[in-house]
């Protein structure tokens, strides 16, 4: 079926879906119904409990990555240390 057809088949009530929404659903579904099914309208300022959840994801996003890396860190010095024994008792 070629996609011409495809399309002409989706119902005309039907927005398409964007990139940028998959985005922004697999980041927080909860905020995505908010803003694209409810229509919550966005605060302007800084305030707000949706701007303080904002900053709440961004805080934990960076705890996620921080703790990504430590782990590769850890493992790697786990690695090299398990590599630093072997070659002790290889040598002896």
């Not at 005309?12 to 990139?19: E, K, L, N």
């Not at 929404?21 to 800084?46: D, M």
């Amino acid at each position: 079926m070629s996609l011409r057809r495809r399309a002409s088949r989706v119902r005309s009530d039907q927005a398409p879906i964007r990139v940028s929404e998959i985005g922004e659903y697999t980041y927080c579904s909860r905020a995505w119904w908010y803003k694209h099914v409810v229509k919550v309208p966005l605060p302007e300022g800084t305030s707000g409990r949706l701007a303080a959840g904002t900053r709440a994801h961004r805080q934990h996003g960076s705890w996620v990555l921080s703790s990504a890396r430590l782990r590769a860190v850890g493992l790697l010095l786990a690695a090299f240390g398990l590599l630093m024994l072997v070659l002790a008792l290889w040598i002896r």
